[in-house]
């Protein structure tokens, strides 16, 4: 049997190694120069490969379309993709947040990983060749076309050819495109872990906050809300808490902006109860009667956080303790532990780790990933409707879904 992959991506490499394991003669069909360029910055180059975690957890932390995963993440679990590396010759390590790295810390080591099984199992890697299209006739996929005119045979297609984030390493949509003309339909592909904009500016590019709550506010309600570390940028906001919150309310972004109003709330004392906080305050003011408020509390916050602080509380930074009105003390309290900001977008698409939408998951069978309107043509990773917050989450979902695939190339 013949298999065509196009992407050799994480999900493409993944495919091409088990489904050759699995005694199929693989060509794996990219159009870089090299393997996994997208996958070699990942993590910031550490490459968080997996999510140590049980299925619970797992499905918590996936955004878009959880149900249609199941089968696949069950089939090829991310103690699967751990003991899959571990066996290739990468020592692993489990950080906080149960997140999995190599050791080295080096996401070349992962992609070497892949080569070197590529290889063992007799791969045909096709670098530089660029697919121009999908060939499918009377509802079959039978191959694919280059660029170059070169027609290439195959009784599978499959395509794992990634979002349209990053799109220097190779991302351009490609598969969308494929997927369009082969009568998908796709979801409106959409930044996802991506930085929040804001309206306001303040002037506080490059600060970080640690262990703080940030939530999402609309229609005078949280809907979503993440604890941990965050950073201004200087548009707006960004960090893991704020990627992950920003792929919570990408569904309300449309035409450049939301549809409704999005403010983000953080909670710079999430530790302290409102009436505690009020204490604290009291018991500083209390000891430095005649200090001016912005030389009081940078003992609570961030000395570059001060202004912002007491100007959202309308109190002057030259004040003294003492003239502190009860009043004043509270509307401090509550601006502390309720920092606003109004979000008015998201970063550009390209800036997004991922990309939420895609293929659209109900044209695809969760138990094999091939098409439901063309067969034996599949989609796989990043290409589908389907992302997760950070964590490792994503590289899983491409994991899975390219094993998933390979194990019913027979049926």
């Known amino acids: ?19 050759a394991k699995g005694g199929a003669d693989v060509v794996l069909l990219e159009k870089n120069e090299k393997l996994g360029k997208k996958l070699f910055i990942t ?10 975690c049980d299925f619970d957890v797992f499905f918590s932390n996936v955004v878009t379309n959880p149900k ?42 992962i992609i070497k990983c892949f080569e070197r099984q590529l290889k063992a199992y007799n791969v045909d890697v096709r670098l530089n060749t660029r697919i121009a299209e999908l060939v499918i006739k009377d509802g079959v996929a039978v191959g ?32 969308y495109i494929w997927a369009k003309k082969s009568g998908h339909s796709v979801v409106t592909p959409k930044p996802a872990l991506v930085p929040l904009l804001f309206k306001e500016q303040y002037g506080l590019q490059g600060l970080s906050l640690k262990n703080v709550n940030a939530s999402i506010i609309s229609q005078g309600k949280a809907i979503c809300s993440q604890f941990g570390e965050m950073l201004f940028t200087h548009g707006g906001a960004s960090g893991p808490i704020i990627l992950s919150l920003s792929s919570l309310i990408n569904k309300y972004y449309v035409k450049g902006g939301f549809d409704r109003q999005c403010i983000l709330s953080i909670d710079l004392k999430p ?12 018991r500083e003011f209390s000891q430095k009667i005649n200090s001016e408020l912005k030389n009081i509390l940078p003992a609570l916050m961030p000395k570059s956080l001060v202004g912002v602080i007491l100007a959202k509380s309308g ?33 550009n698409i390209n800036a997004g780790i991922i990309t939420s939408g895609g ?32 964590g490792g989450f994503n590289l899983q979902i491409a994991f899975s879904s390219a094993y998933q695939m390979s194990k019913n ?3």
Not at 7 to 14: I, L, N
Not at 271 to 282: K, S
């Open 315 to 347: 109190l002057d930074e030259k004040q003294t303790a003492n003239s502190v009105t009860k009043m004043q003390r509270e509307r401090l309290a509550e601006t502390i532990k309720n920092l606003r900001f109004t979000i008015v977008g998201l970063e």
């Open 271 to 282: 530790a302290l109860t409102l009436e505690v906080l009020e204490n604290r305050l009291i």
């Open 68 to 109: 249609f995963l199941m089968s696949a993440v069950h089939g090829f679990s991310p103690q699967d993709t751990m003991e899959f590396f571990e066996e290739g010759g990468v020592k692993l390590k489990v950080e906080r947040g149960n997140r999995v790295f190599p050791q080295s810390d080096k996401s070349s080591d």
């Open 43 to 52: 993590g910031k180059g550490r490459c968080n490969v997996t999510n140590d």
């Open 144 to 175: 694919a076309v280059t660029s170059d005119g070169e027609g290439i045979l195959a009784d599978k297609v499959v395509v794992a050819t990634g979002g349209v984030t990053y799109q220097a390493t190779g991302s351009t949509g490609d598969g």
């Open 409 to 411: 190339l027979w049926d």
């Open 359 to 390: 293929v659209d998951c109900k044209q695809i069978d969760p138990k094999s990933m091939m098409s439901k309107l063309v067969k034996n043509l599949y989609f796989i990773g990043e290409v589908l409707d389907v992302d997760a917050l950070t």
């Open 1 to 19: 049997m013949k298999v065509a992959v196009i992407g050799g991506g994480a999900s493409g490499m993944m495919c091409a190694v088990m489904a």
